[in-house]
């Protein structure tokens, strides 16, 4: 399923148009993204949460030459399933 296939499944369970599905389907991803960039977690009893980590600076090593390289630190998006979830899908 992407983004398209949401948007028409919330419009045809809703009961909206597409447009207002669109509109509706792009806040929750806004707001959830808004959470994790201000460093908090996105919690959905049921379905699971959205957290970011911190992924700290490393060396690495470019497989092509065999040089070693150093790779930046970064912030990681993590999403663990809730019990629910996990459920129904097994």
Do not use: H, Y
Request: glycine fraction near 12%.
């Amino acid at each position: 399923m992407n983004k398209g296939d949401l948007t028409n499944s919330v419009a045809s369970a809703a009961g909206i148009s597409k447009a207002q599905a669109a509109d509706a389907v792009n806040a929750v991803f806004d707001s959830i993204e808004g959470a994790l960039k201000s460093g908090d977690k996105a919690a959905f009893v049921g379905f699971g949460t959205f957290s970011v980590s911190k992924r700290a600076a490393r060396d690495g090593r470019n497989p092509a030459t065999g040089k070693t390289i150093k790779i930046a630190a970064k912030n990681v998006v993590k999403f663990k399933a809730g019990k629910a979830l996990g459920d129904s899908v097994n």
